[in-house]
């Protein structure tokens, strides 16, 4: 098994979702052809909300596998499946040759602040998916992790950090974090993980904001609060396409150069499926590699 971040350097890895049509898979195609020169640690592929996205993740994954031999991750979550059906989806993702997963318990149906609905003969929690994969056995397993708090736990970092105690214990072996801005959230969460025994990396994940309507949608898709100086910053440029998506890859990259002085082991771009974002701010970042 690929052990996809074991700390030794830090990785660059990028997230992918996947497409609804022809021309969003062009689209992916160019994005992951524009950062081959980066020769990426690894690639993760979302899972749609609701399971949507079940058979498209795989056959993406798989392709992203075969044709750029880059490690691959397929996302899996919990949502409105049972745990046999869980166990099937996890034999599809071996027979594609698809040995790293990221479980993930999934938002509710009504979006991450949502009450969650029980599905009948399913999980609630992503630890009991990193339990069933590690029986199993054969796959890598990865888990979410929240610098800002996880949407659903009202301010509860203790429960957090217990969450995560849990999912290493029952078989994660590296933990993506959510997006977020501020590198002393980060920097909290990994010292309190370890002041309990975790030896987990824990992956930075960061989104290069480039259009404002999106990465709105986006923080308020996953809870993720925007600090002030980040969204009156962008406030001063909202009327110039260019200067957004420049400030926003200052933003980035600044936030992963503090990151990565600060012992972080890799960095985790959240591309949206497009490169040219991504490609500059590695360029201006690789030599903290
Ligand atoms: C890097 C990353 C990638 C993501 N990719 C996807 C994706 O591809 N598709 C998708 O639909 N969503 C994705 N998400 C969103 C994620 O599924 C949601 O944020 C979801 O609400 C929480 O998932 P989790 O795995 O943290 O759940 P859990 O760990 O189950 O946590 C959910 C809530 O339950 C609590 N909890 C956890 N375990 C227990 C327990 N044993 N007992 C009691 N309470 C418990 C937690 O404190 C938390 O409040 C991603 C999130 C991240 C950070």
Same mark, same amino acid.
């Given at each position: 098994?690929? @052990?996809?971040?074991? *700390? ?7 997230? %992918?979702?996947? =497409? ?9 195609? !160019? ?8 020769? =990426? ?6 899972? +749609? ?39 099937? $989806?996890l034999g599809k993702y071996r027979e594609a040759g698809i040995s790293? $997963? ?5 938002? =509710?149906?009504?979006?991450?602040? !949502? ?6 003969? +399913? %999980? ?8 069933? /994969?590690?029986?199993i056995?054969g796959f890598? $397993? *990865? ?8 949407? /659903? ?5 203790? @429960? ?19 997006? %977020?801005?501020?590198? &002393? ?17 824990? $992956? ?6 480039? @259009? ?20 009156? !910053?962008? !406030?001063?440029?909202?009327?110039? =396409? ?14 992963? &150069? &503090? ?13 949206? @499926? ?7 701010? %590695? ?7």
């Amino acid at each position: 098994m690929t @052990n996809l971040a074991d *700390g030794s350097k830090p990785t660059f890895s990028f997230e %992918f979702f996947p =497409p609804k049509d022809a021309d969003g898979e062009t689209r992916l195609w !160019a994005a992951i052809d524009g950062l081959k020169s980066i020769a =990426p640690d690894f690639i993760s592929v979302t899972y +749609g909300a609701g399971g949507s996205t079940r058979d498209r993740t795989i056959r993406i994954t798989s392709e992203i596998t075969a044709h750029t031999k880059v490690p691959t991750v397929a996302h899996l979550t919990c949502v409105g499946s049972t745990r046999d059906e869980l166990v099937e $989806i996890l034999g599809k993702y071996r027979e594609a040759g698809i040995s790293s $997963i990221l479980a993930l318990r999934g938002d =509710p149906v009504g979006g991450p602040r !949502a009450p969650w609905e029980t599905t009948p003969g +399913g %999980f609630d929690h992503a630890d009991q998916l990193v339990s069933l /994969a590690s029986e199993i056995g054969g796959f890598t $397993i *990865g888990v979410a992790a929240f610098p800002d708090g996880h949407p /659903a736990s009202a301010g509860d970092f203790e @429960n957090d950090i217990e969450v995560l105690l849990e999912k290493e214990r029952r078989g994660a072996t590296f933990a993506t974090t959510q997006f %977020f801005f501020e590198a &002393q959230r980060w920097i909290d969460l990994v010292e309190a993980l370890r002041a309990r025994g975790s030896s987990m990396p824990i $992956i930075p994940g960061i989104l290069p904001v480039t @259009n404002l309507k999106q990465f709105n949608r986006m923080a308020e898709l996953t809870g993720t609060p925007i600090p002030a100086r980040i969204s009156e !910053a962008f !406030a001063k440029v909202e009327s110039d =396409p260019d200067a957004v998506r420049n400030l926003g890859v200052d933003i980035a990259t600044n936030l992963s &150069q &503090q990151l990565l002085e600060a012992g972080a082991p890799g960095i985790h771009f959240y591309t949206m @499926n497009t490169s040219t974002a991504t490609r500059e701010i %590695f360029e201006r970042i690789k030599g903290s590699r």
